[in-house]
């Protein structure tokens, strides 16, 4: 009995444990630059807030953010110094600004932006998705940074953050079968009426 008990316990603790700090899906294509544009813009009147979810970078960053094409002055969320869910407000927006991401790297002056023609070498360097939140993080936006020129590993998980007050617009890039099943579909429709007007 009372090592049921005992397991019971370690079950509710685990799981409890589990619950408190999610893991925001990760980038899986390792090594391949994330095909998959990104359109950042404010959700509603209010301040944009991020929260740092974390960093592999070797590199010391920081990140600062562009409204409508200009500067908040507002840089913070070290990736060698902050926690996870360590905050950083960048003030108020209106809904439907533009909102570029920046990451600083401090090592060598590089800045890469969440906007790819923006970069100078040309490379896409963040991914993104929804991320459902914790204890520690809200459900919003998260982005994933390669901090490296011209990409790197393609790892996406140099420093990490989770964006509110903010909608993640894709442009995705059309995958290479899709003008195939189109094609199929439409040979099936085609033999579909064909068979209808046999009988």
């Given at each position: 009995m009372k090592l049921k ?16 700090l999610?893991?925001p ?17 404010a ?21 600062s953010?562009?409204?409508?094409g ?19 407000n ?11 991401f ?5 090592n ?16 896409n ?37 989770v964006?509110?007050?903010v ?11 899709t ?14 009426a064909?068979?209808r007007?046999q009988?």
């Amino acid at each position: 009995m009372k090592l049921k008990s005992l397991f019971a316990a370690l079950c509710i603790s685990v799981g409890f444990a589990s619950s408190a700090l999610a893991v925001p899906t990760t980038y899986t294509n390792i090594g391949t630059q994330n095909p998959i544009l990104y359109t950042f813009v404010a959700t509603s009147a209010g301040d944009v807030m991020a929260y740092f979810a974390g960093s592999t970078a070797g590199y010391t960053n920081t990140l600062s953010l562009l409204v409508n094409g200009v500067d908040t002055g507002i840089f913070g969320l070290n990736n060698h110094t902050s926690n996870y869910g360590d905050l950083l407000n960048f003030g108020a927006v209106n809904a439907g600004d533009n909102l570029v991401f920046r990451l600083n790297v401090l090592n060598n002056g590089d800045t890469w932006y969440s906007q790819k023609s923006s970069n100078s070498d040309g490379v896409n360097h963040v991914y993104s998705n929804s991320y459902g939140g914790d204890a520690f993080v809200p459900a919003a936006v998260y982005v994933a940074f390669e901090d490296l020129r011209n990409g790197g590993d393609f790892n996406y998980n140099d420093e990490n953050f989770v964006f509110t007050n903010v909608s993640n617009v894709s442009n995705d890039v059309p995958l290479p079968a899709t003008p195939l099943l189109l094609g199929l579909g439409m040979g099936i429709l085609a033999l579909v009426a064909k068979r209808r007007k046999q009988v």
